[in-house]
């Protein structure tokens, strides 16, 4: 059995993602309120892995997980990329007659704006979870109000789905990493079949120094997937750069990685794993 650390509660899309990605495997979740929390359920327990969303096609990249993975030493051994869909649930009693404000994590509130807009009677309320919400309303009998969740959150809470598939950009995926101890990661991660990795960097102050990266991965015929900069706290107008790649040759992968190295400081690979599935 896998101990899988994820924020959020049962229901939630991490859960969703993990189950998906270890399928017909039995997992344990260790459910954390903060992403935080889920990298020190790692460092307590060297066995568990967490699965940690790192970036969303419509709200972007959650830049802070960046920061903790870079600062965690876990390893990345895969990815998921989710299809988001949102409903919204209530009580059986309930309906839209009588919901009068709807609670979700903010991001999901975000990508139901549309929706939401078409219903201006109902007060939107934040909270820090879309599973946690239903779960609240249930546990809580809280008549006349309303969660946006996943339907099966909904359904694993007793709630009744008001409308499913409310969220405004029907394109929404969330790309989760797989994260593990490094002496645990050859067990989860088959590198003969890998063909995708992650690494960060920074650069000198010096004319045309992320170019000649770049051209290094264009001459070796490297696929960079996502570039993305984060300052580095302390060092003004110094950066980090955590970059994405794909590639079909590991021979050519290596070099290109070897000639990268004395181009860059505090170069390392975060991971090498295989590019992750997409589920509808």
């Known amino acids: ?28 979740l260790i459910c954390c309120a903060t992403f935080e929390q889920v990298f020190e359920a790692m460092k307590n327990d060297p066995t568990a892995i967490a699965m940690v969303a790192i970036e969303n096609t419509i709200a972007g990249s959650l830049l802070h997980n960046y920061e903790l993975l870079t600062n965690s030493g876990a390893t990345v051994v895969g990815e998921h990329k989710l299809h988001i869909t949102h409903s919204i649930c209530c009580l059986p009693d309930d309906d839209w007659s009588t919901i009068t404000e709807v609670h979700s994590h903010p991001v999901a509130l975000m990508q139901c704006r549309e929706f939401l807009s078409q219903h201006p009677q109902l007060k ?18 809280r008549q006349g109000w309303a969660a946006i969740c996943h339907a099966e959150a909904a359904k694993l809470y007793g709630l009744k789905v008001l409308e ?13 990493l797989v994260l593990s101890n490094p002496h645990k990661a050859d067990m989860l991660r088959p590198l003969t079949e890998a063909n995708k990795a992650s690494m960060v960097f920074s650069l000198p102050h010096e004319q045309g120094s992320l170019a000649h990266v770049l051209a290094i991965l264009s001459f070796y015929h490297i696929n960079l997937t996502k570039i993305q900069s984060l300052p580095i706290i302390g060092r003004e107008w110094e950066y980090l750069f955590y970059v994405d790649v794909m590639y079909d040759d590991l021979t050519r992968y290596r070099q290109s990685i070897d000639a990268i190295i004395p ?16 589920t509808m």
Do not use: P
Request: aromatic share 10%; charged share 30%.
């Open 1 to 28: 059995m896998k101990r899988i650390a994820i924020q959020g509660l049962t229901g939630s899309f991490h859960d969703i993602a993990a189950h998906l990605y270890f399928e017909d495997e039995q997992i344990q």
């Open 124 to 141: 939107a309320v934040e909270g820090e979870d879309t599973a946690g919400s239903a779960k609240m309303i249930a546990e809580q009998g």
């Open 164 to 176: 499913d598939h409310i969220e405004d950009n029907k394109h929404n995926f969330t790309r989760f």
């Open 263 to 278: 181009l860059t400081k505090d170069f390392k690979i975060l991971g090498e794993y295989k590019d992750g599935r997409q």
